[in-house]
Nanobody, 122 residues
Framework: QVQLVESGGGLVQAGGSLRLSCAAS????????MAWYRQAPGKQRELVAT???????NYADSVQGRFTISRDNAKNTVSLQMNSLKPEDTAVYYC????????????????WGQGTQVTVSS
């Protein structure tokens, strides 16, 4: 059983900051890449940022320079530091993990967290 649990969402004024965290609990999978997605009301889920097992990162253009993704491989956690927040950043944020079964290369799985609400007021 694998669980991804997010925390850190909330309400913040425009220009403020929030830090999201996601902890993955698993003893039989290694985590290759981790990512944050978000879904605003009436819109499709979109990619926010990704980080590989080696620490390579990618960001959506809309958050480049404002958000920073990081991970702790030893703790199986990924964080998203969000600065200079805008009302259009309001969404439910989801953590995603791409996993590979330890000892069985090629046996992969994708898990999602339950989501955490971020609301930015103007």
């Amino acid at each position: 059983q694998v669980q991804l649990v997010e925390s850190g969402g909330g309400l913040v004024q425009a220009g403020g900051s929030l830090r999201l965290s996601c902890a993955a609990s698993t003893s039989i999978f290694s985590i290759t890449s981790m990512a944050w997605y978000r879904q605003a009301p009436g819109k499709q889920r979109e990619l926010v940022a990704t980080v590989s097992s080696r620490g390579s990162t990618n960001y959506a253009d809309s958050v480049q320079g404002r958000f920073t993704i990081s991970r702790d491989n030893a703790k199986n956690t990924v964080s998203l530091q969000m600065n200079s927040l805008k009302p259009e950043d309001t969404a439910v944020y989801y953590c995603k993990g791409d996993l590979e079964r330890i000892g069985l290369p090629g046996l992969t799985a994708v898990y999602w967290g339950q989501g955490t609400q971020v609301t930015v007021s103007s």
